[in-house]
Nanobody, 124 residues
Framework: QAQLVESGGGVVQSGGSLRLSCALS????????IGWFRQAPGMEREGISC????????FYANPVKGRFIISRDKAKKTMFLQMNNLNREDTAIYYC?????????????????WGQGTQVTVTS
């Protein structure tokens, strides 16, 4: 069973930056899609940035466009989310996920394997 472990969350002041990492293990596939999601208290989980393996296209949700950057190191089975110019609305638990079938856009229901989440808190 695939395992994903996020790291890099924490508390940061508004305007600051954080870099999240996600390491995949027990995962023997070379073709898979990846994504970052977040869930704020009382809200549904939302897709914020995803990479589609088939064409290496990237998706960014409108609230994070121009501020967040998704990347991956396939050789090391690691993915990253660079988050810049953070604001209080970015406060949430952040999850990484992997999909073996092509997901629709960056919807959470298209992803098979999930990390446990890492808390990001942005203070004013």
């Amino acid at each position: 069973q695939a395992q994903l472990v996020e790291s890099g969350g924490g508390v940061v002041q508004s305007g600051g930056s954080l870099r999240l990492s996600c390491a995949l293990s027990e995962f023997d596939r070379n073709y898979y899609h990846i994504g970052w999601f977040r869930q704020a208290p009382g809200m549904e989980r939302e897709g914020i940035s995803c990479i589609t393996e088939s064409d290496s296209s990237t998706f960014y949700a409108n609230p994070v466009k121009g501020r967040f950057i998704i990347s991956r190191d396939k050789a090391k089975k690691t993915m990253f989310l660079q988050m810049n110019n953070l604001n209080r609305e970015d406060t949430a638990i952040y999850y990484c996920a992997a999909a073996t079938r092509t997901p629709v856009l960056c919807r959470p229901d298209g992803y098979d394997f999930w990390g446990q989440g890492t808390q990001v808190t942005v203070t004013s």
